[in-house]
């Protein structure tokens, strides 16, 4: 048998994971000049107009979240969430915290909005998520503030808790769209998703970034002001849709995300996350190659000083740990500052 260049490689230990690797790779990246968003090839089929009505009529008896207050949003009765019939901004800007891949070289265009229809007990967020703090914008608002990102150079419009607003986030897309936005848009969510409202962003959203922060019913009712046990399973079952829509990550040649999914999870004291639960249902039920940031940062904030076991930061072994388990549960995509965390962590215990 002829010795092949690839046959070569393929008898050199652990090989055969780097092959994986690189072809992976090479597919997921595309050609910046070739890409256009999702959402002008449905306004291009006639399908975006009809969207923003959809989303809208939701509004009349509110059931953009798993609440379903079925308030009159466009009357201005408010729910569970006290958001009006507009959308409340708190800020907007580039962002450089985010993952690597939304943040490149000149930011995630982050528009951060307020209010929130599940508002965890440790939200980092809380004066705009529980307090409500921010203005009330126009939808032509809301477009002027996506074209202003693009303009100033961000490589998406980064949209911070958006499922009570997403009507008024696809009717400032189309109008931002007509005057030139071309950036994709990013949905961050806490994954408290209706899957029939994810539906409808079909077409339009091209990254999709939730939380899936609890695997059992019984912690995600104790930590979030909504108390919702459905918790895990809605989350789950929105982003298998989301997963449905835009597949794995797919990056430009400078390994900026233009689509795909991103699943964040916060690791939590005393495995209150659930994170070993998290990393085998994500590569059991979505892909071993889905991205996925396993974050270090939880921080005592808010109320949750009030709740023992969540009254401390994480201890170095509980993200080792959690990394480990995702590390065996066969996860290939693991975000960089992750991994970067895990070997600072090791370092610790020495
Ligand atoms: S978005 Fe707000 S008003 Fe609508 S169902 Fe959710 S919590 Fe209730």
Known sequence: ???????????????????????????????????EPAYLKLEAEGGFADRIEEAYSILEACELCPNRCGVNRREDQRGFCRAPEKAVVYS??????????????????TIFFSNCG?????????PLAHE?????????NLAWMMLELQRIGCHNINLVTPTHVMPNIVAATRIAMEKGLRLPLCYNTSGYERVENVRLLDGIVDIYLPDLKFM?????????????????????????????????LIQDERGIALRGLMVRHLVMPNRVAGTRAFVE??????????Y?????????????????????????EEFVEAMEWAQAAGLTNLDQRSLANLEVYRQRLG
């Open 1 to 35: 048998m002829a010795v092949t260049r690839r046959r070569f490689i393929l008898s050199l230990p652990g090989a055969a994971l780097l092959l994986d690797a690189c072809a992976r790779s090479d597919q997921s990246r595309v050609d910046p000049e070739s890409w």
């Open 92 to 109: 907007f800007h580039p962002h450089f915290g985010e993952e690597l891949p939304l943040v490149g070289a000149d930011g995630s265009g």
């Open 118 to 126: 599940l508002r965890c007990v440790f939200c980092q967020n809380w």
């Open 132 to 140: 409500g703090l921010g203005w009330e914008v126009s939808d032509e």
């Open 216 to 248: 059992d019913g019984a912690e995600a009712r104790r930590y979030n002001l909504a108390e919702a046990s459905d918790y895990p399973e809605t989350a789950r079952k929105a982003i298998i849709e989301m997963h449905r829509q835009v597949g794995d």
């Open 281 to 290: 249902w994500v590569a059991e039920n979505l892909s071993p190659n889905t």
């Open 292 to 316: 996925v940031n396993i974050m270090a940062q939880y921080r005592v904030e808010h109320r949750a000083f009030e709740y023992e076991r969540i009254a401390r930061a994480i201890t170095p």
